[in-house]
């Protein structure tokens, strides 16, 4: 006896085709999907990835920041959590890509 239904088929991905005008703002820019309603449902765009690049690379220069002043401070020796090796270890981690990545 076999009481398992099966479920319906996915529905078919919709594609959305940019004329030459509308590709060439995306370029530029950024495209937003909007409901019905007007309520933003996703964006993307190559816009959007600058400034979210922009944003984390701000954030790292402050953590740097606080970093340096932090190992200013250090004047004995100094017990850390687990979980503070972790944190700086990670930070270290990201300003050594940060730093592989500038050009030279």
């Known amino acids: 006896m076999d009481n398992v239904t099966s479920l319906p088929p996915p529905p078919r991905p919709c594609t959305i085709k940019l004329d030459s ?3 060439a703002f995306y370029q530029q820019s950024h495209i937003q999907i909007l409901s019905p309603e007007g309520v933003c449902l996703a964006k993307f765009g190559d816009e959007l990835t ?3 690049e922009e944003t984390a690379l701000h954030q790292l220069r402050e953590q740097i920041c606080l970093l340096e002043v932090l190992f200013d ?3 004995d020796d100094v017990r850390l959590p ?3 090796f972790t944190g700086l270890a990670d930070m270290l981690g990201k300003v050594n890509e ?3 990545k500038q050009p030279e």
Do not use: G, V
Request: proline letters at 7%; hydrophobic letters at 35%; zero cysteines.
């Open 98 to 100: 940060f730093l592989h």
């Open 73 to 75: 401070q250090i004047t």
């Open 21 to 23: 005008t509308q590709y």
């Open 50 to 52: 600058r400034e979210a």
């Open 82 to 84: 687990p979980e503070a």
